[in-house]
């Protein structure tokens, strides 16, 4: 799990079509980026983004859209949010995930006892 993935006063602006998952997933997608809230299904046209804006500063926030077109609306009124498609994020947390199991694997030493046993010639003793 990553933690202030954003710099201060950092959210995340969030895009997908109906029924790709942002709603069921968001939970976990701002827990993975240490962000501390979820306004979701905001319409940038009938939503005061003002208020939004507020918030977006004060906190970080997972913000959750249906279109590209009010996902760059709110990133307008708030330059500080990022701005990603619900596949972009889900492809960064899966590459986060990667880079940590590896880096867990490389952490791991075998006993030395099965490192000589596992080379040719050595046998014990």
């Given amino acids: 799990m990553q933690k202030n993935v954003f710099p201060l006063g950092k959210s995340l602006v969030m895009f997908g079509p109906s029924g790709c998952g942002k709603t069921r997933n968001a939970s976990a997608i701002a ?3 240490g962000l501390v ?6 319409n940038a046209k009938n939503e005061d983004v003002k208020t939004i804006q507020g918030e ?3 906190r ?7 279109s590209p077109e009010d996902a760059l609306a709110v990133s307008r009124w708030c330059t500080y949010a990022k701005v990603g498609s619900f596949e972009a994020v889900m492809q ?6 990667s880079a940590a199991a ?13 490192a000589d046993s596992a080379l040719p010639g ?3 003793q």
């Fill in 31 to 33: 827990t993975h980026f």
């Fill in 37 to 42: 809230d979820v306004l979701d299904n905001v």
């Fill in 56 to 58: 977006l500063l004060s």
């Fill in 60 to 66: 970080h926030i997972l913000v959750i859209v249906r």
């Fill in 92 to 97: 960064r947390i899966a590459e986060d995930q």
């Fill in 102 to 114: 590896l880096a867990a694997i490389n952490a791991m030493k075998a006993p030395q006892w099965l």
């Fill in 122 to 124: 050595k046998q014990e």
